[in-house]
């Protein structure tokens, strides 16, 4: 089973748009979760942590269901300027682990005028 | 803004010669690490480095792989004996103290195995 597994998209929206990307996780012990958004040939660099009470930045919005092992990101009124590979992260948090972190493929998005 | 740099932006070498990738953390913090990315594929980790020692490893470094804080700044990653499908983008991460925080990337290193 893949540790963390998000659509790979490409989504292709036009601006102003809403869109939603989701992902999972199969650690039930990871304690901290990220969306993190990597341009092309680029490093990652951190969108927003996500919290267990979910978070809100502006256009965007997390959303965490441990239960269900699921995160979310929510893009509203999308701009050109989001087009990017979204990465999904979960810390790794096993026995003794020093945290290092565990990245999903990612999604693509495409955002047109 | 402090950052996490690397050096150099890109190298080629030829199969079988040694690679040395640097980097240089963000001054306060305590734990590094590197990763790799393979072009089209998913960010891997590597190596995670804490107290002067590595505190964790994937079963991708493996003894052609090694890493060392020299000098209390640098962070290097040597890759012995380059193989082709070593070709990547290696990232090198600083963290501060905290298990549970972000991770600040450097821009990263690639790396071309002729």
């Known amino acids: 089973r893949k540790e963390v597994e998000q659509d790979p998209g490409p989504f292709n929206v036009p601006e102003g748009a809403t869109v939603a990307f989701n992902c999972t996780y199969s650690?039930?012990?990871?304690?901290?979760f990220f969306w993190y958004r990597q341009d092309c040939r680029k490093e990652p660099k951190l969108l927003m942590s996500?919290?267990?009470s979910g978070n809100e930045d502006g256009r965007f919005t997390a959303q965490l269901n441990r239960a269900s092992q699921y995160i979310s990101l929510l893009i509203r009124d999308s701009k050109l300027s989001d087009s990017a590979t979204y990465l999904c992260?979960?810390?790794?948090?096993?026995?003794?682990?020093?945290?290092?972190?565990?990245f999903g493929k990612g999604t693509k998005l495409s955002v047109k005028p | 803004e402090p950052e996490v740099t690397q050096t150099p932006s890109h190298q080629v070498t030829q199969m079988g010669q040694e690679v040395i990738l640097r980097c240089v953390p963000i001054s306060n913090h305590l734990y590094f690490y590197w990763y790799r990315q393979i072009l089209g594929q998913k960010v891997e980790f590597l190596v995670s480095?804490?107290?002067?020692?590595?505190?964790?490893k994937s079963e991708i470094f493996d003894d052609q792989f090694s890493v060392e804080r020299p000098d209390g700044s640098n962070f290097t990653l040597k890759i012995r004996s380059t193989k082709l499908e070593d070709s990547a983008m290696y990232f090198c991460?600083?963290?501060?103290?905290?298990?549970?925080?972000?991770?600040?990337f450097g821009q990263g290193t690639r790396l071309t195995v002729v």
């Open positions: 650690n039930s012990a990871s304690q901290s």
């Open positions: 996500v919290y267990s």
């Open positions: 991460a600083s963290r501060p103290t905290e298990m549970n925080t972000e991770a600040f």
């Open positions: 992260v979960v810390n790794a948090n096993y026995g003794g682990s020093q945290g290092n972190l565990i």
């Open positions: 480095f804490y107290n002067n020692e590595i505190s964790e």
